[in-house]
């Protein structure tokens, strides 16, 4: 059987808008989007005229499921704080499907997720990316793993420095973690080249971030922070995503020689921290318009992560286009992610992952009346 959505204002986010504007879709995926499409004798016709159409959001960044809402103790899996070096620790391990979040997620049109360790650790583990709709996470799971966590600054040096008197009590120290545990991985490498050796489940995320197939996600906020993951990166030639990128704006032209991608906040919050003193909701402006591509994030539960949009129009306020507003929480996160070959954008060939709201979503008064995931109706 066919879906159709019919008569509302497509926004594809990779392609033209079309208003008024048709979508189809067929066993879970969109078949077909456009402008008067002819439609299949069979379809089911979902009239949404005067409505705006677009594709399911993607949080970039947060850690539904792992810290859960309610149960702050129970439902708290987010550091393990014993090492300040677990690369070996999968978020696959730790999500809670039944975590309230998700419903919050979906009522809001966050259909897809980036959910990972904290940042209490400097490597703290691997990430993936997951749908907000299901209850078994094997089967939510769009890419496992989606990254492997790491984290400069305050946050490891107050966990095991200042709390624990060991490694890392400074910046420096960190930093020299990092790159040993890089190096380690660079000489396992050469040992399964060779066919030597006894797995090693602590190097072998590490094996991937220097093959390229998976990125270093770093925790970074300071602007000298910043430049110390982009000198990593580039020592050891990593694929590199900058989350939180507080002091963004400082370096925005390094940021852009280096083409690398950012995801920015939470800026929702209190200046709870030290290096929190500069967030601003110009950060995503300045670095939008000096090319760098930029998804924005809650960081739930920093931020509950219904007020993703909100963040987007807040972003707009303070000189973020309202295009790479919109493109901020649905096709870029899904590039900087490596799931826009599923979601993220509406077009043939992709997950049937979509919403449909009573305006555009950086307008307050806009509602989230129906989504879809997979083609099937969850919110309505």
């Known amino acids: ?48 005229t005067g409505k705006v159409v677009m594709p399911g959001l993607v949080e970039a960044h947060c850690h539904l499921g792992i810290l859960e809402e309610i149960y702050r103790i129970e439902g708290n899996d987010l550091n393990e704080i014993s090492d300040p070096v677990t690369p070996h620790l999968r978020a696959l391990d730790a999500v809670n499907p039944e975590d309230e979040g998700f419903k919050d997620a979906l009522a809001a049109g966050i259909t897809t997720v980036l959910t990972g360790p904290g940042s209490a650790n400097v490597i703290g583990g691997q990430t993936l990316v997951m749908k907000t709709h299901g209850t078994v996470v094997d089967k939510m799971v769009l890419r496992q793993p ?42 396992y490498l050469k040992k399964l080249s060779r066919e030597e050796g006894e797995r090693d489940l602590r190097l072998e995320p590490l094996v991937q971030v220097l093959r390229k197939e998976i990125p270093l996600q770093a925790h970074v906020h300071r602007a000298d922070d910043i430049m110390t993951a982009l000198r990593i990166a580039g020592e050891f030639q990593l ?24 995801i920015v906040g939470p800026t929702l919050t209190s200046r709870s921290k030290v290096e929190l003193k500069e967030r601003t909701f110009r950060t995503p ?25 909100l963040c987007a129009a807040l972003a707009v306020k303070e000189g973020m286009a309202e295009e790479e507003a919109l493109k901020a929480i649905t096709l870029y996160p899904a590039q900087i992610l490596g799931v826009a070959h599923r979601v993220g954008s509406i077009a043939p060939g992709k997950d049937a992952d ?7 979503l950086l307008d307050l008064k ?3 009346e129906m989504v879809l ?7 309505s």
């Open 1 to 48: 059987m066919v879906l159709a959505l019919v008569g509302g204002t497509v926004l594809t986010m990779e392609g033209p808008v079309y208003s008024p504007g048709t979508v189809l879709i067929k066993d879970g995926k969109i078949c077909g989007v456009g402008e008067r499409l002819p439609l299949p004798p069979e379809a089911e016709v979902l009239d949404v």
């Open 146 to 187: 989606a990254g492997l966590k790491v984290a400069f600054g305050e946050n490891p040096k107050r966990v095991h420095g200042e709390q624990q008197k060991k490694q890392p009590a400074t910046r420096m120290a960190i930093t020299a973690l990092l790159r040993e545990q890089l190096v380690k991985a660079q000489n």
């Open 239 to 262: 694929d590199l995503i900058l989350v939180h990128c507080t002091e963004g704006h400082k370096v925005v032209e390094e940021l852009a020689r280096y083409n690398v991608p950012v």
């Open 285 to 309: 402006a300045l670095l939008s318009k000096a090319g760098v591509k930029v998804a924005l994030m809650t960081d739930h539960p920093v931020i509950p992560v219904q007020y993703l949009p």
């Open 354 to 360: 979509i919403i449909v709201a009573s305006g555009s």
């Open 366 to 368: 806009s509602r989230v």
């Open 373 to 379: 995931v997979n083609g099937e109706v969850v919110v």
